[in-house]
């Protein structure tokens, strides 16, 4: 039986009917179409699918969706600004951060979390903070400087 | 990958729960941070009838410390990461550093520490030191309470003293007394995401600043099918004056006296056991770094 949930995704409210074996990457991929959360392992290893759930990133795929009734959901689609790209999303393309992109997404939002507890992070702040991020093209080296530059700039 | 249908409760009392659990026993499993239940579910590992989710319930979301008693409970549906920055933990640093290494930072947001203890995976983090810690378990139930020590609360690979109808609401950790020191060591090939290879949580408690040792637990994840003590090495540490001969030869007996280490693919029982007896060593010494 499908049940009624209350979520705010992007700061907007959605009132959606879900089947309780639905996750919160699907709800978002299928029912919002919200594509740019990738869906990668489905296993909550590879970070592809990360959403921020009330201020933490979560792996949307080992999140029930009526788990996710009254709180609040931040998608990569959802940090743009009026004034365009949000300064992470500015820096991976700066930098040169993105190879496939499969795993941007996540780890945009893991770094976008990092930046907004600690504006200064060291390197190993910046490496543990994306520790559950995979990412098989950049060797993550490109991914950190973009993330020091965004710092820098704070 | 799909997960199979199963109908959905969300109590927000610990008594909801615990009526919910009674009326549908092994038909029903409890859902927390669902980094375990989700993937086994997806994996086709599990399939029970009924979930029941423990996120709604305040009375195990919530910890509470009570200096008169001695002691601070910690509610089991804690999120790990949020546990982490709590005050209360920074005298336990095993179970700090513990929780520090549990998956990632993105898996330690939706981990919580009873899912990590009822799981009862050989290899668990947070498992060790609770034991070395004599933390408590409370279990509930329709019937009421009851309180089981950790050491005593793992059955076997994944299996655990709690009957069909209880719930693993909360643990209880008590104040340590003067002069102890702790430290837990994770060892794997990786340092997020990975799975202990061994792991050891030494506490050792003195009588005075330079000793003599009056209390020592030490115990060994991964290395048996639940979290073993290594009651030979504590036995050499009571009575002796902490340092590194009589650490060597309480590694040394852990290692080939009280680890039941098997081969498989992470490792040989071998080298596992060499590692006991390194760790040890470490944990150990770090413990008494950390004698406060």
Redesign the interface.
Known sequence: MKRLINITVNQKKYELAVDPNMTLADMIRVELKLTGTKKGCGLGECGACTVILDGKTVSSCLVLAVEADNRDVITIEGIETEKGLHPVQQAFVEKGAIQCGFCTPGMVLSAKTLLDENPHPDEQDIRKAISGNLCRCTGYQKIVEAVQSVSARK | ????????H?PSTLKEACELKAEFKNKAMF?AG??DV??N???GVISPDN?I?L?SIAEMTSNSVNDKKGQTIIGASGKV?GLINEKFLLPYSALKTAMENI?????R??ATIGGNIVTARPAADASPSLIAYKAKAVLNSVSGKREVSMDNFFVGVGKTVLNDDEILSAIILYNLPSYTGSAYIKFGTR???EISLVNVAAVITLEKPDGPITDARIVMGAVGPVPLRAKTAEKILIGEKPGAGVFAKAAESAASKDSSPIDDFRGSAGYRRDMVKVLTERALKMALSDIR
């Open positions: 990958m799909l997960i199979p249908r199963f109908n959905y969300k859902l669902g980094t989700i993937v579910l997806k994996r979930l989710s996120n990461a998956g990632s930072p993105i898996i947001n939706m340092k997020a995401l």
